[in-house]
T-cell receptor, first 113, second 114 residues
């Protein structure tokens, strides 16, 4: 079982719709959860992080965390073609001091006009 | 620009040659991480520095790989006797030691071993 699992996609949504990206993780002791956006040929860009159960909103992005279900999601409202990218979910294991990131393989999002 | 910088951005080398990459973290960040990413995969952790101390090395980091951060500022990653399997994007990230510890990535160094 992979430590962090994501559907590879592509997830295709029309412009203006809500895109829902999901991620599950295996380590119940995971502490922190991050979403990165990665355009083709570029490096990951941090867009959201969440530490506590519930929702966290930042502009058009909402991260949702359910530690009991070991599930984290990212909602993108009013999707734009410029949101087309690979979205990487990352978690930090219970490491007792620092936060190396464990990444999923990413979900490719395609927003079509 | 106060982000993480990496040099070179691209490196093509022949199998068996040695290569060295440099990473300059965000100036106030005392934590520095190296990751490797291959096509279709998420980044994989290689090693971590807090200031000048290398505190963890992944099993992915064979004896041919060495990393340093001599003065707790920039870091170098050296690969000796490169192999075709070393071809990947090498990413550096930095963070500030606090409870949040968000990691910010540099642009990466794309290595191609021919």
């Amino acid at each position: 079982q992979k430590e962090v699992e994501q559907n590879s996609g592509p997830l295709s949504v029309p412009e203006g719709a809500i895109a829902s990206l999901n991620c599950t993780y295996s380590d119940r002791g995971s502490q922190s959860f991050f979403w990165y956006r990665q355009y083709s040929g570029k490096s990951p860009e941090l867009i959201m992080f969440i530490y506590s159960n519930g929702d966290k909103e930042d502009g058009r992005f909402t991260a949702q965390l359910n530690k009991a279900s070991q599930y984290v999601s990212l909602l993108i409202r009013d999707s734009q073609p410029s949101d087309s990218a690979t979205y990487l979910c990352a978690v930090t294991p219970f490491s007792g001091g620092y936060n190396k990131l464990i990444f999923g393989a990413g979900t490719r999002l395609a927003v079509h006009p | 620009d106060t982000g993480v910088s990496q040099d070179p951005r691209h490196k093509i080398t022949k199998r068996g040659q040695n290569v060295t990459f440099r990473c300059d973290p965000i100036s106030e960040h005392n934590r520095l991480y190296w990751y490797r990413q291959t096509l279709g995969q998420g980044p994989e952790f290689l090693t971590y520095f807090q200031n000048e101390a290398q505190l963890e090395k992944s099993r992915l980091l064979s004896d041919r790989f060495s990393a340093e951060r001599p003065k707790g500022s920039f870091s170098t990653l050296e690969i000796q006797r490169t192999e075709q399997g070393d071809s990947a994007m090498y990413l550096c990230a930095s963070s500030l030691h606090d409870t949040e510890d968000e990691q910010y990535f540099g642009p990466g160094t794309r290595l191609t071993v021919t």
